[in-house]
């Protein structure tokens, strides 16, 4: 990665939000927020009732992201967020809902 910035690299996060987070508007939230923030990746809802978030792009507007996933949309109710970085495991076109 010669003649690359820190800010020029493409990172990933996965996040596991759980809380009252199904049936509110959260993953279209997220979409919202990760689109405006320049991100890749999906929101999908899981059968334990959190919702999985995977996210690519600057490391700055990832830390962005995993702040506004604390906060949710005003409907949700969030309990916890786990985050793991690493290394990219596909290519997104856009930020999308997964199912």
């Given at each position: 990665m010669w003649g690359m910035s820190q800010s020029d690299r493409r990172e990933e996060i996965q996040a596991s939000v759980r809380g009252?987070?199904?049936?509110?508007g959260y993953r279209y939230f997220v979409i919202r927020k990760a689109s405006e923030l320049r991100l890749r990746g999906y929101a999908r809802n899981m059968r334990d009732g959190s919702v999985e978030v995977v996210a690519q792009g600057e490391h700055a507007a990832l830390e962005q992201l995993i702040a506004l996933l604390n906060r949710g949309p005003a409907e949700a109710e969030v309990q916890d967020v786990q985050v793991a970085w690493r290394q990219a495991t596909e290519v997104f076109s856009g930020f999308n809902v997964r199912y």
């Open positions: 009252y987070v199904q049936g509110v």
